[in-house]
């Protein structure tokens, strides 16, 4: 009974008051308590999965593995979450960290569900990581309003729709990796308007159909791929880009159908796959003075002699598996020319 007097509850009162007014003279040198309740709303709505462990109270949760905190602040800025047994859809929760900067899934093959609108709150955002996982829905056009992104990886996922325009208006975008998904519709003709110097655009394995869009001599290419989908017509636009770096160019496995010998090539030129497309006329002597590192031109409709003299790479180099199935290419390292 002696324990319910005023005095000690009065005394207890004080005793907690002290102690609470500790913790949070010193929460500014730990993770962020309310960050470490929404982390632990992350851990619960993934299914409370064993790679996330060590998400527990008994340690600051800028020791947590899969986090990274920043050094000075010590808000959380990075969640990275690969290869485990984590479930269901990424948690709007995640949208309660406002100073994310990454926000990486990779390999998680439980991970399930549409993009949350969620992470539009995530101002601060610089890199969007979320291949090889089992999302659905579309590749959602609201991205386009975090402003600070500079890196999109949505790759080997179960995407639908078509590649909403609105992504062209990221002013830091240097890389957009689409790839393996289901995406339909045409290039956005928007992506013109794309104005970081080498930028990665990487769109294969979808059924992407129409044209290459023309306006896209303008961008500032490093690589681009748009291998395995339904592309047609010319791509020479793509051969203007006047980058100071080094361009790669995967266009195989499409219904391509264009002049070559009427196609200017870049001189920075190092990758160049155009193999299963309908290509014809023949390669232009000028592909023979470039540096080229890979060239595939196998599976079209190619005639005329492979040229000779440049650099010597397109013989050197190159095995008559670049060039084979075609109309009536000769030379070597093909047989010789009739
Ligand atoms: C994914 O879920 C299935 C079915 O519940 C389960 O059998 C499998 O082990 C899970 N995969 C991982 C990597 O946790
Ligand atoms: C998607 O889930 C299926 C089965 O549910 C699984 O076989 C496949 O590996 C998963 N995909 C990825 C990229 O993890
Ligand atoms: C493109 O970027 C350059 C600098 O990197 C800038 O000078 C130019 O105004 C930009 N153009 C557009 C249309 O935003
Ligand atoms: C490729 O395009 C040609 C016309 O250029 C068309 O006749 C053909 O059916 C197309 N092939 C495929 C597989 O889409
Ligand atoms: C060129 O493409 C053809 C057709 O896909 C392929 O058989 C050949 O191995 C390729 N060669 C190289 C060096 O990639």
Redesign the pocket.
């Known amino acids: 009974m002696k324990l319910y007097q005023p005095q000690v509850i009065f005394s207890f009162l004080s005793l907690s008051l002290l102690v609470f007014s500790l913790l949070s003279a010193t929460a500014e040198a730990y993770c962020n308590s309310h960050h470490k309740k929404v982390l632990f709303k992350i851990k619960e709505a993934l299914g409370n999965p064993y790679v996330l462990i060590s998400w527990n109270n008994n340690l600051d949760c800028c020791e947590w593995n899969n986090l990274e905190c920043d050094e000075t602040t010590r808000r959380v800025i990075s969640i990275s979450v690969m290869n485990s047994d984590i479930v269901g859809p990424i948690p709007d929760a995640v949208g309660d960290l406002p100073y994310l900067q990454t926000l990486l899934f990779h ?4 991970l399930t569900g549409e993009i949350p609108i969620a992470i539009t709150k995530l101002t601060q955002l610089r890199y969007l990581w979320l291949s ?3 999302l659905t829905g579309l590749v959602p056009s609201f991205i386009s309003q975090l402003k600070n992104l500079e890196y999109i990886n949505l790759a ?2 179960q995407l639908t729709g078509s590649i909403p325009p609105e992504l062209s208006s990221l002013p830091k975008l240097g890389y957009l990796g689409l790839d393996r998904n289901k995406l339909t519709g045409s290039i956005p003709e928007s992506f013109s308007s794309i104005n970081v110097t080498d930028f990665y655009l990487i769109l294969s394995h979808n059924q992407l159909s129409g044209p290459i869009p023309k306006s896209l001599s303008n961008v500032k290419f490093a690589k681009i791929d748009l291998s395995r989908n339904h592309l047609v017509g010319d791509a020479f636009m793509l051969f203007r880009n006047n980058s100071p770096s080094d361009f790669s160019a995967d266009l195989s496995r499409n219904n391509l159908s264009f002049d070559l010998s009427k196609t200017v090539f870049p001189t920075r030129l190092i990758y160049l796959d155009l193999n299963h497309n309908n290509i014809y006329g023949s390669i232009p002597h000028q592909l023979a003075n470039i540096e080229l590192q890979f060239f595939n031109v196998s599976y079209n409709r190619l005639c005329g002699k492979i040229p000779t003299g440049g650099t010597g790479r397109l013989q050197s180099r190159f095995d008559e598996y670049c060039y084979f199935h075609n109309k009536c290419l000769c030379g070597a390292p093909l047989p010789s020319c009739k």
């Open positions: 390999k998680n093959p439980n090889w996982n089992n080997f996922n």
